[in-house]
């Protein structure tokens, strides 16, 4: 997610953000990679449709983003939340 989000830069997430409603185009979420389960993949909602969210990194030029253009359309229910804050890691 860089430049947006650094390597190893904390995240905070609203779990409850969506109880009521779907993501927003442009939201930052976190979801479970809908191709690997254990994985957890922070990415921006590009557009969402009746079943799920398009999901993409703000870096569009790196071509083996782990992103929606790999694997298509994310499932509603594979979306933790919104990220709402970030920090950087102390050293």
Known sequence: MEPTLA???IVFIDHRAYDNHRPNNGDV????HPQQPGI???KRVEFTDDIGAYL???NRSETNAADSRRFGVVP???IIGRVTATARAQR
Do not use: H, K, P, R
């Open 56 to 58: 993409v990194s703000d």
């Open 76 to 78: 509603f229910e594979l």
């Open 40 to 42: 957890e993949i922070v």
């Open 7 to 9: 390597a190893g830069e």
């Open 29 to 32: 979420v976190v979801a479970i």
